[in-house]
């Protein structure tokens, strides 16, 4: 099975449960916020988002889950509801049968493994790794333009030029088709600062608030993006 090669984790990173949240504007105007709760596992990286949306945009609720590949930071299965009984929305993939699974509401289809995949969070979580591996972009093998393979189609992925923001030095993505943008802090614990997500609304941002990057207490559980064209 093709997939892209791991990505060496400096150390503390997904090392011990975290949590932040992000708070949601839309042109200007608050939107609502967005809740991440990340913690390792055995076996995978389990993060939780939870968006709740409001202010100038519909009150609706969101809640993603994501379990990650520790070392490749690939999707091992991917859950999307509101947060009330079973996902809307899931994708497992089997890696041991060679399968990937898809089931939305009553629905459920099944194909091949053949490469690795992403999913709407695990995305995030690769691109986080990659700007702590190698935050300056020195590293010769880092490419300017890379790929992700999510179950809806192929995403393309520029680098773009480095952005202060909330007084940080950032790496920033820019995500086609869609038109997302992605922006990580360069130097530890490499927030997620910023998010820039197209909707029919216009474009939503999710900016890093005050006291970001949070380690949640030892042992505890996690707690639980705009309206968006599905890719996953």
């Known amino acids: ?76 299965g991917y859950a999307e509801g509101d947060g009330r009984g ?4 899931e994708v497992n993939f089997d890696r041991r049968a060679g399968t990937v699974t898809l089931r939305q509401g009553r629905d459920e289809a099944s ?14 979580l690769w691109l986080r790794a990659l700007v702590a591996r190698d935050p300056a972009h020195t590293d010769p093998a880092t490419p300017e333009r890379t790929h992700a393979q999510l179950t809806g189609g192929r995403v393309l992925i520029q680098r773009l030029p480095d952005q202060e923001i909330a007084g940080a030095v950032c790496s920033g993505f820019y995500l086609r088709p869609g038109g997302a943008y992605v922006f990580v802090e360069q130097a530890a614990p490499w927030r997620l600062t910023r998010l820039i997500q197209p909707t029919d609304f216009g474009p939503v941002e999710a900016n890093v608030s005050a006291g970001a ?14 309206p968006r064209r599905r890719r996953a």
Do not use: K
């Open 1 to 76: 099975m093709n997939g892209p090669a791991p990505t060496p984790l400096p150390d503390g990173l997904y090392a011990a449960p975290e949590a932040f949240t992000l708070t949601l504007t839309l042109g200007g105007r608050y939107a609502g916020e967005q809740h991440w709760a990340i913690h390792p596992e055995r076996s995978a990286v389990v993060a939780r988002v939870q968006t709740d949306f409001g202010g100038v945009l519909p009150e609706i609720r969101r809640v993603q889950t994501s379990r990650v590949h520790p070392r490749q930071h690939t999707s091992l």
């Open 86 to 89: 079973r996902a809307a929305f």
């Open 111 to 124: 194909a091949p493994l053949t490469t690795e995949y992403q999913d709407p969070v695990s995305l995030l």
């Open 213 to 226: 990057a949070r380690r949640a207490p030892a042992g505890g559980a996690p707690n639980g993006n705009a």
